[in-house]
């Protein structure tokens, strides 16, 4: 996340916490951009705290997860949902298996940083096939807020 989106992202949450409308994040990110050095890892601070300010509101934030979610995005953002969802088979994790491999010099679990072995260790909470993802967004803000959003269908409701 290069400070350009940082920004973006920080201007968006502290908008919803504002207008206390629920947040819906889909993150997609190998990581950070290293070429901007520090300004690139402070982002992730700056996300997280304006996240907290959006918790302490209790505005719901749902964060989606795509293939890859990496890097800090993942530690600082991705993972802090108040319902946290990945796409099917999503490589999500802080660093990549080959990284963690050579660090830990120990082969990795047979689906490490899947969606769906993050699912059975309790890392996010589903897992939703594009084709299904905006009915159930839907569904989550509805339960989440009270007021529908999207009608079971996934179709949009015809403005009256």
Request: no cysteine; charged share 20%.
């Amino acid at each position: 996340m290069g400070t350009a989106v940082g920004e973006r992202l920080t201007r968006l949450i502290e908008h919803a916490a504002e207008k206390r409308l629920p947040l819906v994040v889909v993150s997609a990110s190998g990581g950070a951009r290293m070429q901007e050095g520090i300004f690139s890892l402070l982002q992730m601070a700056k996300v997280a705290a304006a996240l907290a300010r959006l918790r302490a509101r209790r505005v719901p934030f749902l964060s989606v997860l795509t293939d890859p979610t990496t890097g800090g995005v993942a530690a600082s953002l991705a993972f802090v949902g108040d319902v946290n969802l990945a796409e099917p088979g999503a490589l999500i994790g802080f660093a990549g298996p080959r990284v963690i491999e050579q660090t830990i010099d120990q082969k990795l679990p047979e689906g490490f940083q899947r969606a769906e072995f993050l699912l059975e260790h309790g890392m996010i909470d589903l897992i939703v096939p594009r084709v299904e993802l905006r009915a159930t967004l839907g569904r989550l803000l509805d339960l989440l807020v009270g007021t529908a959003v999207l009608p079971k269908s996934g179709r949009p409701r015809k403005s009256r």
